[in-house]
């Protein structure tokens, strides 16, 4: 990707970040939650949420009866009234839905819910009462205080540790006091107007409890002008709507509503019933203005390091100009190099390889940077050149490969020697491959030639054995025997022409389908000589109702290097075993002798080019590197198992053709 391209991208994803992180501000300033939750919050109900609160009916909300302002019954005219049922009231409008109320002592309160009597409540969150509850976004802010005699001493909450303190049953006080402050004895009362009653009677040495609440009964019972509350408050928490965990989706209801409750200004006009301009049990929120100081100092600090980053970008324009001049012809060299199939390594005086190209890379299966530093002598393939030497033997074998390598001096300041490698093993090949295609195809012309010169005075033997046997009348034993034993003798001698001219015409690679023992019968045929002559016994375990559609020649070239090979590892006799069986749609051959094995370190290694452990002038290294291309040509597979001294098995896979039976 270019610069002026990251730069253009750049400028609208800062640009959007910034507005995201404005809008973010200003929503959690506003109606405290994140852009996500405000978004979706700010969804209609859905479908499936209308009919859940249709079937819901009447959702009965339970708070506390004697929590004035908050919710407590009108002892002028027995009407249950207060903030939190104002709210749940607009609630109810809001969705649509009727909110019945239930007023009990705050410790039932809590039950109810749990118990599912109630639907919902006001209530502190906290983890433990997550285990029972789940907890819609805020509605208000509370702060609790500790009330006390003002004779006492008390400073803070800590300082009551030791003393008795009232508080109501149930009350999140209970559990911030016994989390947080030790030593405290807690009395649970019915409610917060017990609790100061008992302190007005000495039972209790300090009251706890929520600011407004306590301070209301301070006042009707007269003793405000005889009580202190302690400087700073226990807690300042956010209260929310609590209902049974398992009722998750009545939360996601209620947050809808309660957002839009905010966004229509219908808590602000609540809490300003209840309490006056001064909203104290509002959450504190950023004045506009200052919330629009903040949205400039924004823009001006985005516009100050946009110009900053255009500052940047032409400076780094500059020295990349530059800078792609000195490396353009460099680069370019190097893109060159790479495209070579040849391996290349630059190496500096003290034999450090510099720079290679990406094809001796690929052959090492490293980046370029892994290799760079390193002696080149530590590396296998380089470690017989000596870079001192350029008169030294240019071609070598490794990993059964051939190559040849040469060494060029270069004044250059980065490094001083090039050394090309370049693999020769297919011309190799295709030179041995067409040597021993000649020789084949003079072999095949040659068994032609000599098998028909043989069949011309073979039918001739034949024809005057008939003739002989013919006008033998006097029933001649001894004469009779001596033709039968020449007409075998012919038969036989033409069953070896035929396999003779069989082999002749082996280079025919069309596909067709052959019997499978009559085609190996006949390439063991052609070794029988010399198998017998090294009393080599060769079995042939085939079923006759096996056929096969292959290509022929490579088959044959396939069973004939084989057995060839077999034959060469048995010197002193042996075995040679071929099983064949068709197995769901496989054809599998078994190639198995009684020789002397291969070793574990070379048993890897037999199939590559020109690897052989024969004498010199005994084998090319090519037969079975020819046996595993030709297994491949006809869709197979070919394994070894072999244990020196114990024999080898060759083990092929064919996929049986439908036109195979």
């Not at 433990?128 to 907890?135: L, P, S, T």
């Amino acid at each position: 990707m270019s610069e002026n391209r990251k730069l253009f991208l750049f400028i609208p994803i800062f640009t959007a970040l910034t507005l995201f992180f404005a809008a973010s501000m200003y929503i959690d300033n506003t109606y405290g939650l994140s852009l996500y939750e405000y978004i979706h919050y700010s969804i209609p109900v859905t479908d499936e949420e209308a009919e859940y609160l249709s079937e819901k009916g009447t959702i009965y909300f339970s708070s506390d009866k004697n929590a004035p302002p908050f919710a407590y019954i009108d002892n002028a005219n027995g009407q249950y009234k207060g903030l939190v049922l104002d709210y749940a009231s607009a609630l109810s409008i809001e969705l649509g839905v009727d909110i019945e109320f239930v007023p009990q002592v705050w410790e039932n309160v809590l039950g109810s819910v749990i118990s599912e009597e109630a639907d919902m409540c006001d209530i502190f969150p906290s983890e433990e009462r997550k285990k029972y509850f789940a907890f819609s976004e805020p509605i208000y802010s509370m702060r609790a205080i500790a009330m006390t005699r003002n004779t006492d001493e008390f400073i803070n909450a800590n300082d009551l540790k030791g003393y008795t303190v009232a508080v109501p049953a149930g009350d999140y006080a209970v559990e911030y006091i016994r989390k947080n402050i030790e030593g405290v004895k807690i009395v649970e009362t019915s409610d917060l107007f017990d609790s100061v009653k008992q302190f007005k009677e000495g039972k209790v040495d300090a009251v706890v409890g929520d600011e407004p609440v306590l301070m209301h009964f301070a006042e009707e019972i007269g003793i405000d002008d005889k009580v202190k509350i302690l400087d700073a408050a226990l807690y300042d928490r956010e209260v929310c709507i609590g209902v049974n965990k398992n009722d998750i989706q009545l939360v996601n209801i209620l947050n809808k509503g309660i957002l839009t409750l905010k966004k229509t200004n219908s808590v602000e006009k609540i809490h300003q019933k209840w309490f006056g301009i001064s909203e104290p049990i509002l959450k504190y929120r950023v004045p506009d203005n200052l919330m629009m100081f903040f949205t400039v100092l924004i823009s001006t600090l985005v516009i100050f390091f946009m110009g900053m980053a255009l500052w940047s970008y032409t400076l780094k324009n500059e020295v990349k100009k530059r800078t792609d001049d000195l490396n353009r012809s460099r680069n370019n060299l190097q893109m060159t190099v790479d495209a070579l199939s040849s391996f290349l390594v630059c190496v500096d005086e003290k034999g450090l390889i510099v720079n290679t190209n990406r094809s001796f890379c690929r052959f090492m299966k490293e980046e370029n940077k892994k290799v760079e530093g390193i002696d080149y002598r530590e590396i296998p393939i380089l470690s017989h050149i000596d870079i001192n030497n350029f008169n030294n033997d240019n071609e070598f074998m490794f990993g059964g490969r051939y190559y040849m390598f040469s060494i060029s001096e270069i004044e250059h300041y980065d490094y001083k020697y090039l050394i090309v490698i370049e693999d020769i093993t297919d011309s190799k090949i295709s030179q041995q491959q067409i040597l021993q295609q000649n020789k084949m195809i003079a072999l095949g012309q040659l068994s032609a030639g000599v098998a028909h010169e043989i069949r011309n005075p073979l039918g001739l033997i034949q024809n005057y054995c008939y003739i002989l046997k013919t006008y033998v009348f006097d029933q001649n034993k001894v004469a009779e025997d001596a033709i039968d034993v020449i007409e075998s003798s012919v038969q036989r001698v033409g069953k070896i022409v035929d396999n003779l001219l069989n082999f002749s015409h082996m280079e025919n690679n069309k596909s067709e389908v052959i019997n499978l023992k009559e085609e190996i019968l006949n390439i063991v045929a052609l070794e029988n000589k010399l198998s017998l002559r090294k009393k080599i016994e060769v079995k042939v375990n085939c079923s006759d109702g096996i056929k096969f559609l292959t290509k022929t020649g490579s088959l044959n070239h396939i069973i004939l290097n084989l057995l060839s090979n077999s034959i060469d590892a048995m010197d002193d006799g042996g075995k040679i075993f071929i099983d064949c069986s068709a197995e769901n749609e496989y054809l599998m051959i078994d190639f198995k002798d009684t020789g002397t094995g291969i070793s574990k370190e070379n048993l890897e290694r037999i199939f590559n080019p020109f690897f052989t452990t024969k004498k010199v002038g005994q084998g090319t290294g090519l037969g079975l590197y020819i046996v595993y291309n030709e297994v491949q040509k006809i869709g197979g597979e070919i394994h070894v198992n072999s244990q020196p001294c114990q024999g080898t098995t060759f083990r092929m896979k064919f996929p049986l053709l439908k036109e195979t039976c």
